[in-house]
């Protein structure tokens, strides 16, 4: 009698579909020039073998198209042998930081960037991997984004760009208060959902009704939501225009690989824009947000 044969295990092309191995090829093709492998490694964008990690590509992907903005600031403010500082806000695992650190301020031999983040786990992982890389000129700070600008924090007093990507919540506003609180050149924000706004929204729903045929738009709790998050991103880029920002709002990634997807570029100026700070007090008022939210954008 014959032993049953062992089921045959797939191959991995097999099993992950040949499509998905020239998209890996595509991914790694477009890694950078002198990118440290290593450092993919340690963030698990690739594999202990060398190939991408499916989860973590989309993160990749969003942080290269964030590179292609923020590398030109860089280069602009490093020129005359400026060492550019830059905060990133609500950093996580710090993937934005440790790139753009791998990609620019290492070849660069000044600058310094600052991650922001207020899980302790977070940042004590950051900084071992900071340590093991010998990226010597990156600091993580345990904190809340609403503290770092506080004079305890000890950042400097003038920071040239912000970054927040897919901090929660109010931290994308805490992030824009830091920046203006520092002078920042530029800020780079992708807004994560906000729900400051849609619980004041949620909270004046039927006097609004009663007042406003508009008041349909944020009837249902889905639109409410997503209403608030959208009126928040409005108003930021009003209070950034008002502060003295020229403003762009485009897209990070195609819409496949996040919801969040929604990128603020912001470049100081120093024109005051009067509209704006117009249009936004407003808005404000008809929402009915003025009394909850008017210092959050500026205009108390
Ligand atoms: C969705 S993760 C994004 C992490 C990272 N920026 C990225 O894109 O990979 C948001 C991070 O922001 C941190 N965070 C949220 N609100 C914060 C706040 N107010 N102050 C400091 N960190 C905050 C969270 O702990 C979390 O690590």
Redesign the pocket.
């Known amino acids: 009698m014959t032993a049953p044969r062992p089921a045959r295990r797939p191959t991995e092309s097999r099993r992950r579909g040949k499509g998905s191995e020239s998209q890996d090829a595509a991914v790694l093709a477009e890694l950078r020039p002198g990118q440290s492998i290593e450092l993919l490694k340690e963030l698990h964008i690739l594999t202990r073998e060398g190939r991408l990690n499916q989860d973590s590509r989309r993160?990749l992907k969003q942080v290269y198209h964030l590179y292609q903005f923020i590398e030109p600031l860089l280069a602009e403010l490093a020129q005359d042998g400026h060492a550019p500082l830059l905060a990133?806000?609500?950093?996580?695992?710090s993937?934005?930081g440790f790139i753009l650190y791998d990609l620019f301020f290492k070849g660069q031999g000044r600058g310094r960037i600052y991650g922001?983040?207020?899980?302790a786990d977070?940042v004590e992982r950051s900084r071992a991997l900071a340590q093991r890389l010998g990226f010597e000129r990156m600091e993580f700070l345990n904190?809340?984004?609403?503290d770092a600008a506080g004079r305890e924090a000890g950042l400097p007093e003038r920071i040239d760009i912000v970054t927040a990507?897919?901090?929660?919540?109010t931290?994308t506003d805490?992030a824009i208060a830091f920046g203006l609180h520092k002078q920042a050149r530029a800020m780079v924000l992708v807004p994560?959902c906000q729900a400051e706004v849609a619980a004041q929204l949620r909270g004046s729903k039927a006097l609004q009704l009663a007042r406003t045929p508009l008041a349909e738009l944020w009837r249902h709790p889905i639109h409410t939501r997503e209403l608030g998050s959208h009126l928040t991103n409005v108003m930021r880029c009003l209070h950034l225009e008002a502060s003295g920002y020229q403003v762009t709002v485009t897209e990070l990634v195609g819409w496949e690989h996040s919801l969040k997807n929604e990128l603020i570029l912001a470049r100081w100026t120093g024109q005051r824009k009067r509209s704006a700070a117009e249009r936004l007090a407003a808005i404000l008022e008809e929402f009915g947000l003025t009394g909850a939210l008017a210092t959050r954008f500026g205009m108390a």
Do not use: P
Request: hydrophobic residues 45%; proline residues 0%; glycine residues 8%.
């Open positions: 993160k990133d806000h609500g950093a996580g695992k993937y934005l922001i983040e207020w899980r977070l904190l809340a984004v609403a990507l897919h901090a929660c919540d931290a805490d994560c």
